[in-house]
Nanobody, 123 residues
Framework: QVQLVESGGGLVQAGDSLRLSCAAS????????MGWFRQAPGKDREFVAS????????YYTDSVQGRFTISRDNAKNTVYLQMNSLKPEDTAVYYC????????????????WGQGTQVTVSS
């Protein structure tokens, strides 16, 4: 079992940056591929990014490629999502997830989820 807690969300203007954090407790994070997902009001949850257990490989959905960066610090049991050049369409609740699958399969979902953190981007 692993417990995940996201933080770092907030209200920003278009073009600003935010860094989300996902802190894990329970089991060591290095045992899992990690991913970030988001859900906007009235929409399905969508995959944003994932990272391999070692942190050497990453995978992004097209809409955030080049703007968002996922990273992890296994010593701190924490995963990050650096979000630059934010757009109003990035507004959503952002969730991190841990999964036993390969990081490329994290786009399908994870085994453990955090409670989410709200990101709101005003135009």
């Amino acid at each position: 079992q692993v417990q995940l807690v996201e933080s770092g969300g907030g209200l920003v203007q278009a073009g600003d940056s935010l860094r989300l954090s996902c802190a894990a407790s329970g089991r060591t994070l290095r045992s899992y591929a990690m991913g970030w997902f988001r859900q906007a009001p009235g929409k399905d949850r969508e995959f944003v990014a994932s990272i391999s257990r070692s942190g050497s490989s990453t995978y992004y959905t097209d809409s955030v490629q080049g703007r968002f960066t996922i990273s992890r610090d296994n010593a701190k049991n924490t995963v990050y999502l650096q979000m630059n050049s934010l757009k109003p369409e990035d507004t959503a609740v952002y969730y991190c997830a841990a999964g036993s699958a390969a990081f490329t399969d994290m786009r399908l979902g994870g085994d453990y989820w955090g409670q989410g953190t709200q990101v709101t981007v005003s135009s």
